[in-house]
Nanobody
Framework: VQVAESGGGLVQPGGSLRLSCAAS????????MGWYRQAPGKQRELVAT???????DYADSVKGRFTISRDNAKNTVWLQMNSLKPEDTAVYYC???????????????WGQGTQVTVSS
């Protein structure tokens, strides 16, 4: 299973970005998908997750500003980020819980990360 993110970049405070993530490979099923982030010198933290039923959960720091969504048919998840703040600067990672037909087991797969920088 491969996971690939895109959509990061440099944005001014108050601006918006939309991150995309697609899982591919010999996938039988995908359960939860999510976004995590890691700022320099800090531990990786949860940003948002969404189940295959569409139930979403957010970190308190992003509630009301970020929206997670997904397309189950395409094994794709998005993160719409509005009203961005400098403290949102981090590398954002996509996480996918999937059943790999080759491995014949569930596992959590990670993308390589995409940089989001919020600065004037």
């Amino acid at each position: 299973v491969q996971v690939a993110e895109s959509g990061g970049g440099l944005v001014q405070p108050g601006g918006s970005l939309r991150l995309s993530c697609a899982a591919s490979g010999n996938i039988y099923s995908v359960a939860a998908m999510g976004w995590y982030r890691q700022a320099p010198g800090k531990q990786r933290e949860l940003v948002a997750t969404i189940t295959n039923g569409g139930s979403a959960d957010y970190a308190d720091s992003v509630k009301g500003r970020f929206t997670i969504s997904r397309d189950n048919a395409k094994n794709t998840v998005w993160l719409q980020m509005n009203s961005l703040k400098p403290e949102d600067t981090a590398v954002y990672y996509c996480s996918t819980r999937a059943y790999d037909r080759t491995a014949i087991d569930w596992d959590t797969y990670w993308g390589q990360g995409t940089q989001v920088t919020v600065s004037s």
